[in-house]
């Protein structure tokens, strides 16, 4: 029965929303996203709640550390090489730096030291990086491999309250983050009283 709710996806469309060569006016883009949800949450609840819809969770899975994240394929923007990080002084020791892609500058964010887990592996730095948005906040997260993009059947998705941002984890142990949540945090904020 799974395999008929992963054949309904349109993989390549998926992939080519990450823009890994993309040319397509990055502004049209976010217009059309920001178009989509707003008919979504115009939509009546007896209309979103149909039969089949909002079934499944499609999100990008990646690795950092010893740990497997999954986000929601609509708060990614794209996925790339992590190239060069700039560092940049005073800000919270969570932030690696910058990156420049394509002439925009974005925050690098490591989620094992914003989650206040150990950093043993610098014999095998992150080399790719997630490029994660939500509101008007666009941060990259460190990962050390991009796993690609799967359908979660959201009934399969268990609630946790020990694990801070996270809307729940698999049977397979991958921490579902709640994006929008996450980028809502106020130590992300730089300048903030409460950054470390």
């Known amino acids: 029965m799974a395999a008929h709710k992963h054949d309904a996806i349109d993989w390549n469309a998926v992939w080519a929303s990450f823009a890994w060569n993309d040319t397509v006016d990055d502004a049209a883009r976010l217009r059309e996203r920001l178009r989509l949800r707003a008919r979504q949450y115009a939509a009546p609840k007896a209309q979103v709640e149909v039969p089949g819809a909002e079934v499944v969770l499609t999100v990008l899975v990646f690795e950092l550390g010893g740990e497997r994240y999954g986000v929601d394929v609509m708060n990614v923007r794209r996925v790339r090489p992590l190239g060069r990080i700039t ?5 919270p020791r969570f932030y690696c730096g910058v990156v420049n892609l394509r002439g925009q500058v974005i925050t690098v964010l490591d989620l094992r ?12 730095p992150p080399q790719e990086l997630v490029v994660a948005q939500a509101g008007r906040l666009e941060i990259g997260l460190l990962a050390h491999n991009v796993q690609g993009v799967i359908a979660v059947p959201r009934a399969e998705i268990e609630t946790v309250d020990n694990i801070r941002y996270a809307l729940g984890v698999t049977a397979d142990h991958l921490v579902l983050l709640d994006v929008p949540r996450l980028f809502e945090d106020e130590r992300l904020i730089v300048g903030s009283k409460d950054e470390g």
Not at 113 to 124: I, Q
């Open 87 to 91: 560092r940049v002084p005073g800000i």
């Open 113 to 124: 030291l914003f989650f206040d887990m150990p950093t043993v592996d610098s014999a095998n």
